[in-house]
């Protein structure tokens, strides 16, 4: 039998390796149907982790964030790069003062639905 290319996440280090590979896929473009594939199938097991390991009923959009930006390892500069918002918009989506979530949360691998909370 054949050594499956993916599978469920075990481990952080493994966790963190996906979410490596995820941003590879998507730097390099979706191009062809097994880069889709690919992106899909990780985008998957990422999100299967991310529910085991995460109690998102709890938290308002703004902690989500901040969860999330601690599990891929981002600082707010990043988010800045990430969503192309300018730096002080960035510092007041953290501080509770703006609520702009489509770009972080597609960009954090979360659903918008987890996000769309008071």
């Known amino acids: 039998m054949n ?26 473009g979706l191009s062809d149907q097994n880069s889709i594939e690919h992106h ?25 964030v901040n969860y999330m930006m601690e599990q891929h390892q981002l600082k707010p500069k990043d988010l800045v790069e990430i969503s192309g918002y300018g730096k002080s918009y960035v510092s007041k989506i953290l501080n509770y003062k703006k609520v702009c979530l489509n770009v972080l949360s597609a960009e954090l691998r979360v659903t918008l639905n987890w996000m769309k909370r008071p």
């Open 3 to 28: 050594k499956l290319e993916y599978t469920v996440i075990e481990s952080d280090e493994q966790y963190f390796a996906y979410c490596e590979k995820l941003e590879q896929l998507v730097e390099n």
């Open 40 to 64: 899909k199938l990780v985008s998957v097991l990422i999100e299967i982790r991310d529910k085991k390991h995460a109690n998102y009923m709890e938290m308002n959009p703004v902690q989500i």
